[in-house]
């Protein structure tokens, strides 16, 4: 479930089509740099209701995954 949410918000923010991602895709393949990522993560923080303060490490979509559903888990 946390994948399709956070492929949705990338899709949306990049202009990519979110069937395209797979949970090994890396942030340089979706074109993602540092400042998209500062602002996704408020986007996250957003839908998930979580701080994803202190984030770092992110190199793929499993990566997100994992980490948004472990402070979910902790919320």
């Known amino acids: 479930m946390e994948f399709e949410k956070i492929s949705a918000i990338i899709a949306k923010k990049m202009s990519i089509d979110a ?4 949970p090994e895709s890396t942030l340089l ?5 540092s400042l998209d990522m500062a602002e996704l993560i ?3 923080e ?3 209701g979580i701080s994803l303060d202190g984030v770092t490490g992110i190199t793929n979509l499993a990566d997100m995954v994992k980490i948004v559903a472990e402070r979910k888990n902790n919320a």
């Open 29 to 33: 393949d979706l074109g993602i740099d």
């Open 46 to 48: 957003d839908e998930f």
């Open 19 to 22: 069937s395209t991602m797979t």
């Open 42 to 44: 408020m986007d996250f």
